[in-house]
């Protein structure tokens, strides 16, 4: 097996002492299914192009420039050595800034992760590094240039060497407020509440990757098979919500505190014909025995 390719190299420091690493992909969607756009007349593929919006023509790359609307239908044009100027010089650094708490950063601000380890020559101050903040129980707050941009970074200790998870800037990071504006200010029942908590105590668990399977890319890979040996696929049915009124029976249905109904009694007539049935041999069996 073929060694990962490092996705970028440069150093890491920590008061006056530098470790080369590197950084390598840890979450990649490489290994999702993707389509092609096709012509649905002429089944061919179709290909992009970008159009001029008032003359309608077709625009060549070496035409094609970036612009900042200011207003109007106003544009800023910026020439791609111009952005290349403006973008901050990379010294290929890690610098921690600082070390903190390894619970202290919100997660809502983590955005990509990268396994960070040591190159050749730096193993004994990475493992010094990793170790250090095992025991001290912190991550690091580190930045530097990533793929030509300023990304500042939280490094922690992972398995056998570090993780560097890239992080939102806070004008990102959108306030949770927009999101839970209009939430109901409604008080729960103390039985449904009861109910959720029995619900919650009996489905405790640990998480294990390898037991959640990607749903959406496994049902692509059936309706592609599907398509291909041209048979029907049949489509999910719809959720239903669970309705206010029928929420605090739904509780006590999961809770196993609902009384199933009895099943009904079989009929006497349908008993009685059963039992005849089970004790009259049929002819076949009956010439049989006499034969024999």
Known sequence: MSAPRANWKGYITFGEVTCPVALYTAASSSERISFNILNRKTGNRV???????????????????????????????????????????????????????CDEIDDVYFDKPYYLAPQKSGEEAFLLLRDGMKEAKVAAIASTVLFRRLRTVLIRPHGDGLICTTLNFDYEVRSADEAFSDMPDVRIDKEM???????????????????????????????????????????????QASKPSDLLQALRDSAGSSK??????????????????AKQPSSGTSSRRKAG
């Not at 009996?202 to 049902?219: C, H, I, L, Q």
């Not at 199933?260 to 049935?277: E, I, L, T, W, Y």
């Open 193 to 239: 509440l009861d109910l959720a908590g029995h619900i919650i105590g009996t489905k405790k668990g640990s998480y294990d990757a390898s037991k959640f399977d990607d749903r959406y890319e496994e049902a692509l890979a059936e309706l592609v098979k599907a398509k291909v040996e041209g048979k029907s696929f049949r489509k999910a049915k719809p959720v």
């Open 47 to 101: 290909r992009r192009e970008f159009i001029d919006s008032e003359t309608g023509n077709a625009v060549e790359h070496d035409d094609q420039v970036k612009g900042y609307e200011t207003g109007n239908g106003r544009y800023v044009v910026l020439e791609p050595d111009e952005i290349a100027a403006a973008i901050p010089d990379s010294d290929k650094t890690l610098a921690i800034d600082a070390f903190i708490p």
């Open 260 to 277: 199933k109904p009895a099943p009904k009694p079989k009929s006497a007539n349908a008993n009685s014909a059963r039992k005849k049935s």
